[in-house]
């Protein structure tokens, strides 16, 4: 790819990221339904997002995207997962949140396209830091001076995932609402099944991992996509979120069967790594054709459209027209 093309791509990401975040901004402040709308779409971002830095980092086919991928995912359903529970929905922690993610994505992708990504990420540390600094703090570990810079970076990206779970979580169980009704439990149960999905990846052989990557992401954010988005449509209409989703169970039987099934050939992953992105692509499809039309029926709305206000006289349709 050449760097005029990678610039391209960088700008758009950028511009996009900034849409991304008016988007958020408008729905947020309007209504359950405009929070659903966002970030119902916000969950099928994230797909790009992930797939777009890892490109720039070159971490496609190994561990680290995985993590990279599961870690982001799972942050992200246990906002939603807050929300369900405390009736309030984090966007930030402290002084970090939303607004500066975005920001920051956009110029993260901007400044790689003007980077020889191979020369700079796969820099090692030792290379990076000066000698006299390595000489002064004899403290570092040599497994971190050997690291390349793209595995330090993302090292630094998973502790600032992990205090966000850690936060959130402790909101969570020490919210009023939770402690009051002795829901820990029942509020940890609730993270199983994202928890799972995030580690399912790591179950796969190596070289499934490398060669498939593109169809364990789409598979795994779909239905990540799919179970954050009924946490958040469960969490508006006050209903039952159960700890165990059974539409991830499609995702776990694969990846038990290609892991434990020595018989299985690299062309059998592939056909049912693809066939799980169709059956998680037509079952979100399906589940949100049902859910608009049981939403539009409850509120008596329209879809895209504003309902004709209804009139006892025929003759004063022209008037309301």
Same mark, same amino acid.
């Given at each position: 790819m050449d760097r005029q093309t990678i610039a391209l791509r960088g700008c758009r990401y950028s511009i996009f990221g900034i849409h991304n975040l008016m988007l958020c901004f408008i729905s947020f402040y309007q209504s359950p339904l405009g929070q659903l709308f966002d970030h119902g779409f916000d969950c099928i971002c994230n797909l790009a997002h992930i797939s777009t830095n890892s490109a720039y980092l070159m971490i496609g086919g190994t561990a680290y995207f995985s993590l990279l991928q599961g870690s982001l995912f799972f942050a992200f359903f246990m906002a939603q997962w807050e929300e369900y529970y405390t009736g309030e929905?984090?966007?930030?922690?402290?002084?970090?949140?939303?607004?500066?993610?975005?920001?920051? &994505?956009?110029?993260?992708?901007?400044?790689?396209?003007? &980077?020889?990504?191979?020369?700079?990420?796969?820099?090692?540390?030792?290379?990076?830091?000066?000698?006299n600094v390595v000489e002064a703090i004899a403290i570092i570990p040599e497994r971190i001076l050997d690291m390349e810079f793209r595995h330090f970076g993302l090292i630094g990206w998973f502790s600032i995932e992990l205090f966000l779970i850690v936060g959130s979580l402790y909101r969570v169980l020490?919210?009023?609402?939770?402690?009051?009704?002795?829901?820990?439990?029942?509020?940890?149960?609730?993270?199983?099944?994202?928890?799972?999905?995030?580690?399912?990846?790591?179950?796969?052989?190596?070289?499934?991992?490398?060669?498939?990557?593109?169809?364990?992401?789409?598979?795994?954010?779909?239905?990540?996509?799919?179970?954050?988005?009924?946490?958040?449509?469960?969490?508006?209409?006050?209903?039952?979120?159960?700890?165990? #989703?059974?539409?991830?169970?499609?995702?776990?039987?694969?990846?038990?069967?290609?892991?434990?099934?020595a018989d299985?050939?690299?062309?059998?992953?592939?056909?049912?790594?693809?066939?799980?992105?169709?059956?998680?692509?037509?079952?979100?499809?399906?589940?949100?054709r049902i859910?608009?039309? #049981?939403?539009?029926?409850?509120?008596?709305?329209?879809?895209?459209?504003?309902?004709?206000?209804?009139?006892?006289?025929?003759?004063?349709?022209?008037?309301?027209?």
């Open positions: 929905l984090p966007h930030a922690m402290g002084n970090f949140g939303v607004t500066e993610m975005n920001y920051g &994505l956009g110029l993260f992708a901007i400044i790689n396209s003007f &980077l020889d990504r191979d020369a700079i990420w796969s820099t090692l540390m030792k290379e990076v830091i000066p000698d020490t919210h009023e609402r939770v402690s009051k009704h002795g829901n820990h439990l029942s509020a940890i149960s609730k993270l199983l099944t994202p928890a799972l999905i995030a580690f399912s990846p790591f179950l796969l052989p190596k070289e499934i991992m490398e060669n498939e990557t593109r169809y364990i992401s789409i598979c795994t954010g779909l239905l990540f996509s799919f179970v954050t988005k009924k946490m958040i449509c469960f969490s508006m209409a006050k209903m039952a979120f159960a700890s165990i #989703q059974m539409d991830a169970i499609p995702y776990w039987a694969v990846f038990l069967w290609i892991r434990y099934d299985i050939t690299a062309r059998g992953a592939n056909v049912l790594l693809g066939a799980l992105c169709v059956w998680y692509s037509l079952r979100i499809a399906n589940w949100a859910a608009i039309n #049981q939403i539009c029926n409850r509120l008596d709305i329209h879809c895209f459209t504003i309902k004709a206000k209804a009139v006892e006289n025929p003759n004063e349709w022209k008037k309301v027209r």
